[in-house]
DNA sequence: GTGAAAGCGCTAACAG
DNA sequence: CTGTTAGCGCTTTCAC
C-alpha cells in the first residue's frame, strides 16, 4: 500500500536522502563506491520503485507524448501506434495514447487531457482540417511540441508527415485504365479530410491524362466509416450506371462497398475491381480481394517521433515538412 | 512556456492560493460567490491549466490505470481499448495502453512502467498463461488492483473477466458437424493460452457428441500469428487428407489459413467452411467469407472496468470471476 | 563525498 | 469565508 521512498533508503543506510537520490541515479563522481554498492542493494531488498510523478513534477518534464488518432479500427493506426511506441520508449518517452472517434469535440478533449497531463509533446492525426485550429494554435503557444501526420490541415505552420495522396491515388487509377477499366466509381471522402481531396484530385487527374471524361455520376460522397461506404455503393447502384472499378476513399469505406457488392452476387474481382490506398502492409492479408498499395506505415512513424524528439529536446519548433514517397505495390487480388 | 500557477491566479486576484484552489475546485460551501466567479474568471483569462501532477503527488492518486494487450492488430483488443478508455473516461480516469507483442518479458516491462508512473489499476490480457504470475503477484502486494481479461492464468486468485471459450467451441464445431462437415481441421493455438485450451476441448466435445472419432493428424498447431496460421494450413494440406472446414483458434490465423487456401483456388466457403470465434461485430464484415462467433467485447470491458473501478476505489481486492456466455451469433458468410 | 535546505504546484488540516 | 502551514517524493544548488 505505502512505497518506499528515498527517505525510508537513506534511514535505513544512514545516509541522508541526497545521497541516496544521487546514488540511485548513478552519480558515481559524488558518491562513495561502497555508499552507491549499500544504497543499490538496500533500495533493491526493500523493493523501492522510484515515484516518477515527483520527478516529474521536480523537474517539469513528464516523459509522456501523447498520440492521438481519429479512430481505431484501421489497422494503419494500430500499426502507427505499435511502432511509434516502441521508439518512443527507446527513447525514453511513455506514451498516452487518445482516440477521438472522427469527432472534432472529442478530439478536443483529448487535447485538453493530455496537456494537463503536462506530457512533453504530440503526435496527431487530425479528425478535420480546420476544425481545431485554434486549439492546436494555443498548445503550440504554450510550449508543447505538435507534430501532425496522415492528414494535413489548413491555415498553420506546423510540423507534418504524410504521403503524396494525390499522387498515389493518381498512379493506382491509372492502374487501373491500364488494365482496361473503363467507368470507375470514386467513392469519396469528406472534402474536410486533406487526404480524401488529394485522392479526388489524383483520380480526376489520371483520367484527363487518359482523355476520359469526367462524369461526375461516378464520383459519390462517402464518409469514413463502413456503414457510409456501403450507402454510398447503393447509392451508385440505383443509378444504374454501368460500372467495372470502385476506387474507394479509405479501406474502411471501400469494405462497405464491397459488403453491398458481394451481397448482390458481383464477382469480386471477376466482374468489379475493388481497390483503395491501403495503411499497412496487413491490408492485402485482411483483405485480399482489394487492390492495395502499401503506404509506409511505420516510415511515417519514425519521422514523426524523430521530428517530436526534436522539437521536445531542443525546444526549437521550426516546423518540418515531410511527404513520404509511400512504396507503390499494386498486387492483384488472390 | 512556462504554466500559470494558482499561486498567480492569487496574486492577480488578491487572494490566497487556498482560496484559488478551493474555488477551482468549485467548493461553493467554503467560498463567497463573488470571490469564487472572480477566480475562476481570472483563470480562464489567464489560461490556467490544473497541474495534474502536483495534485496527484500531493492525493497520492493518478487517476490514470493501464491496459496491457498481447497484441494490436486483432481488432479485438482495439474495440476492447475503445470502450474501455470510454467507460474509463466517464469514471474520471485516463488511460495508457501498453503491447507487449505476445512477449512476456516485454510484459514484465510494461508492467514496471505503469508501476512506475503510479498508475491507480490494470487491467490486463496476458500473453502466457504462467509465465509472469510472480509479477502480478507483487503488483498485487503492493495494492495495485489488477483486472485480467480475455485469457485466463494459473495459480493465483484475482480478478477477471472471460468468455466460455469451451462452450463457444463447442456450439460451433457443433453447427459444422450439423451442417454436413464432416473431417473438420482444427488450427489449434499454443498451450500457454487457456483460449487455446478451452476452444480445443470444445472441439474434441462436439465431435463426441456426434460420435465422430477424433483423429490428431486433424489438429494442427498454429501459433498465434497470421505467418503462422498459413504454415499450419500448409502443413496440414501436405499430409493429403480430405476436410471440408477449417476451425481456427483466432481470427489471425485463420487469415493465415485463408490466404494459403485462395491461392490454391478453393472456394470459400464453396468447398471449404472456414470459422473462428471472433472478438467483435467487425469480424463478419472484414472478414466476410468466415463465419463468426460474437464475443461481447464491449460488455467485457464494461464488466472489466466495473471491477477495476470497484478494486480501486474500495481497496477491496477480492477476486470476481466473471464469465460471459457470448453472443452466438452464426452467420453463412456471403 | 555528503548533508541541509529550498522548491516543483497543489491540497487539506487548522486556525482564525 | 479566508489565510497559514505543512507536506506529497524528488532533485539540485550550496555549504561543509
Redesign the pocket.
Known sequence: M??I???DIAKEV??????V??A??GDS????PE??RKIQETALKMG?R??EL??N????MTKNIGIVIPEGITPFFMSFIQQAQKEMRDKGFRTIIAVSNEDSEQERENLTMLENCRIDGIMICPCHKSRNIQTYKNIIENGIPLVFFDRKIEGIDVSQVCINDNLMSHFMVEYLIRNGKKNIVHISGPDAVSNAVDRYRGYREALEKFHIPYDKRYVIDGGLTAEEGANAMEQFLSSGLEFDAVFGFTETTILGAKSVLQKLNYRIPGDIALCCISGTKLCTLVYPTITAVEQPVNLMASESCRILQHHIETHDFTPEKITLRGNMILREST
Open positions: 505505502k512505497y521512498t528515498i527517505l544512514g545516509v541522508s536522502k541526497s545521497t537520490s544521487r540511485l541515479a563522481r559524488n558518491v562513495k555508499t552507491m523501492y522510484r515515484n515527483a520527478v513534477l521536480r523537474c517539469s
